[in-house]
């Protein structure tokens, strides 16, 4: 069974730029999350989709925004890029929603903002 | 709210050498814990988890982890190293209920010399 991919692998945007990510799940996996992840701020939770609707935020500003489709691959977008955007964005995928369950991790999106 | 602390930045050790790298986390209520291992350019990889039952869990690669309720701690510990454990260590936490999502650790960079 393939793994989570996500594309494209490595972006370079300009500040005030917009940006969209994508994120295919595991096959028959409904849940997809995304992770921002920096050295000085670790990996911090942005959102998870699950059915096509948002389930949970994290603490991020209102540029970030994502969406899910009805094959369960999922998009996240950044208006107005600053230069603390640069980050390796990681998509994860369960099978369901719920804390209990594995989540499986892409290789990430790494987005250099300049 | 939840949060996970791992006291080691960075823990260089020698090849076949133990290792225990530690995590401890805040929760007034019951939790799920896990460890993810992350190699360069790659997602995370769930290396074990506790959800409930025995404290002591084995997970893939020959690691291990014991959950210890009273010191709130979940450390990873692995007998013999080697060098293809290098990489960066993740100790996460959910509330065991519902649907929150993961609270990671700074991370761990385990370092083994040859």
């Known amino acids: 069974k393939a793994g989570v991919t996500q594309t494209p692998r490595y972006l370079i945007k300009t500040r005030g730029q917009q940006v969209t990510l994508s994120c295919s799940p595991i096959?028959?996996?409904?849940?997809v999350s995304w992770y921002q992840q920096t050295p000085g701020q670790g990996l911090q939770f942005l959102f998870e989709y699950f059915s096509e609707t948002q389930r949970n935020k994290g603490n991020f500003p209102g540029r970030f925004s994502g969406r899910q489709f009805s094959n369960s691959r999922s998009e996240m977008n950044v208006s107005t890029l600053e230069l603390g955007d640069s980050a390796l964005y990681l998509c994860?995928?369960?099978?369901?929603?719920?804390?209990?369950?594995?989540?499986?991790f892409g290789p990430g999106t790494r987005l250099t903002v300049l | 709210a939840q949060s996970v602390t791992q006291l080691d930045s960075q823990v260089p050790v020698f090849e076949e050498a133990p290792v225990e790298l530690r995590c401890n986390y805040s929760s007034s209520v019951s939790v799920y814990l896990f460890w993810y291992v992350q190699y360069p350019n790659q997602g995370l990889q769930l290396l074990l988890k506790y959800l409930s039952g025995s404290t002591l869990v084995k997970g893939i690669n020959g690691f291990e982890a014991e959950f210890n309720k009273s010191q709130t701690s979940f450390h990873l510990r692995k007998p013999s190293v080697h060098i293809s454990d290098t990489a960066e260590y993740f100790c996460a936490v959910t509330l065991g209920s519902g649907n929150t999502p993961l609270v990671f650790g700074k991370g761990t960079r385990l370092s083994v010399i040859a």
């Open positions: 994860a995928s369960s099978w369901t929603s719920g804390s209990r369950n594995e989540q499986f």
């Open positions: 096959s028959g996996h409904r849940s």
